[in-house]
């Protein structure tokens, strides 16, 4: 039904949306900015992937192992969140970062520079899928953690990580554990990132420790911040258009990081809230015109009291 590139770039999107959600956690719910992300990546792939490769591990054994221990690992570089606040929670988050690729770099044990290849697909009933339900998995994944997002954000947990994003210190006034619920974020945001780590090694079956450094935090900051930080919505177009946009423009590739860049800047002085972001000029456009749809719909198709 796809070609192999138009399903390499979906799946790209689903493991892109699933770190997208976890930093949204993090940084657009919880207030807490971090610029390491693409280590919580590392961890869920490069467990996942020394699980199977030297352990015999099938692929859904280790998958929630991966995910334990990319949440251990936010619980962790969460510690620091405790004692310092923004500018020095942003320099420690790249510390961090560049340390996490110097270790995947420099231990042979995780491949050395090289990395790990042979990284099984996963299997289902004894035979390794097809790229055509991976990208099922992904996608029902993806329907998953949006799912158990907007519960989360929804519930008195995401209620305590917006107080806290908005005032700390009111929010400790009011008696609330501030330094729990921010672990919480971390724990939870971490896991997420795991999750699209996995989904991405196992489809690469091979992953270098380039793969999950700095940049590719950045570019989880950059997808979040342009779709709309704070929000599912926003997290979702952000995945879907910085994925596919690169592709989109690979006829004047030349030219197609300048277009890059004018779109970002474009977006910063015009939509700071982002593209889809609370308060900003297209949702509240989008919002209101859907607003008026429904209005015109109800009146026209209600029913008639006799």
Known sequence: MFSEYTLTILIFVGAWII??????????????????????MGVGAYTSALLTTRFGFPFWTA????????????????????????????VITIGISFVFESLL?????FGGPVGI???PMPKLFGTSVSKEIYLLMVFAMVIIC????????????????ESIREDEMVTSILGIDT?????????????YCGCGGVLYAHYMTYITPYDFGFLPSIYIVVMVVF??????????????????????????????????????VFMMLFEPQGILGDRS????KIYSSWKRLTARFRTNYAPINR
Do not use: C
């Not at 770190?19 to 919580?40: E, R």
């Not at 929630?64 to 405790?82: D, K, Q």
């Not at 919505?233 to 946009?245: K, V």
């Not at 000029?281 to 509240?284: K, P, Q, R």
């Open 19 to 40: 770190a997208g959600l976890g930093f949204n956690i993090i940084s657009g719910y919880a207030g807490q900015f971090h610029l390491g992300t693409a280590v919580y």
């Open 63 to 90: 998958l929630p192992v991966a995910l334990i221990f990319s949440a251990i690992m936010g619980f962790i570089t969460g510690l620091p969140a405790l004692r310092v606040k923004e500018d020095f929670l942003v």
């Open 105 to 109: 770099i420099y231990l042979p044990y």
């Open 117 to 119: 290849g042979g990284i």
């Open 146 to 161: 949006v799912a158990l997002n907007y519960k989360l954000i929804n519930s008195w947990i995401g209620l305590a990580w």
């Open 179 to 191: 330094r729990k619920f921010k672990l919480y974020a971390f724990i939870i945001g971490a896991t």
């Open 227 to 264: 779709g709309g930080i704070g929000t599912i919505r926003g997290t979702l177009f952000g995945a879907i258009f910085m994925t596919m946009m690169p592709e989109l423009f690979r006829f004047i590739s030349e030219y197609r990081n300048s277009i890059y860049g004018l779109l970002l």
């Open 281 to 284: 000029y297209i949702w509240d």
